[in-house]
T-cell receptor, first 112, second 116 residues
Framework: QKEVEQDPGPLSVPEGAIVSLNCTYS??????FMWYRQYSRKGPELLMY????GNKEDGRFTAQVDKSSKYISLFIRDSQPSDSATYLC????????????FGAGTRLFVKA | NAGVMQNPRHLVRRRGQEARLRCSPM?????VYWYRQLPEEGLKFMVY????????ESGMPKERFSAEFPKEGPSILRIQQVVRGDSAAYFC??????????????FGQGTRLTVV
């Protein structure tokens, strides 16, 4: 079993839809949870990060962490064609764990 | 302030040759991380370096791979005697402090290595 599981998609939605992206994980030591966006042939860029459980909102993006279920989500409201990219969840432990474990990424297509 | 610079962007090597991948971190960043990304897979941590020190190399294959971050100049990921399985995108990231403080790490655009 992988430490982090993420559905690779692709996920195709119409413009304006609400997008839900999810990851599950197995390591209860993870404390930091991140979402990265990666456009084709580019490096990942950090979108959101949260510490421990809870929600965090930034514009059209909301990140949720449920540590009891070992489940994290990223919601995108009013999705735009420019949101078309691969979204990678990532997580790391709090106790000096320099490794960040990435999910395989979900490819999202937002159709105009 | 330039971002993380990686070069070359694309590198083709024949089996058995050496590949050298370079990463210049963002100005003021002294922490560098290397990741490998295979098609349809997430980024896999390889090594974490500070200037002149390897902090964590638990993700590095034991043979043929090495990394350095000298006092002057870019960080180098070296792959000796490349094999077809080394074909991947290699990303470098940098941060001003250690990742454990969850300081944002900025990624370069990657080097795509193709072994023929």
């Amino acid at each position: 079993q992988k430490e982090v599981e993420q559905d690779p998609g692709p996920l195709s939605v119409p413009e304006g839809a609400i997008v839900s992206l999810n990851c599950t994980y197995s390591n209860s030591a993870f404390q930091y949870f991140m979402w990265y966006r990666q456009y084709s042939r580019k490096g990942p860029e950090l979108l959101m990060y949260t510490y421990s459980s809870g929600n965090k909102e930034d514009g059209r993006f909301t990140a949720q962490v449920d540590k009891s279920s070992k489940y994290i989500s990223l919601f995108i409201r009013d999705s735009q064609p420019s949101d078309s990219a691969t979204y990678l969840c990532a997580m790391s432990a709090s106790t000096g764990g320099f490794k960040t474990i990435f999910g395989a990424g979900t490819r999202l297509f937002v159709k105009a | 302030n330039a971002g993380v610079m990686q070069n070359p962007r694309h590198l083709v090597r024949r089996r058995g040759q050496e590949a050298r991948l370079r990463c210049s971190p963002m100005k003021g960043h002294s922490h560098v991380y290397w990741y490998r990304q295979l098609p349809e897979e997430g980024l896999k941590f390889m090594v974490y370096l500070q200037k002149e020190n390897i902090i964590d190399e638990s993700g590095m294959p034991k043979e043929r791979f090495s990394a350095e971050f000298p006092k002057e100049g870019p960080s180098i990921l070296r792959i000796q005697q490349v094999v077809r399985g080394d074909s991947a995108a290699y990303f470098c990231a940098s941060s001003p402090s250690g990742f454990r403080e969850n300081t944002e790490a900025f990624f370069g655009q990657g080097t795509r290595l193709t072994v023929v």
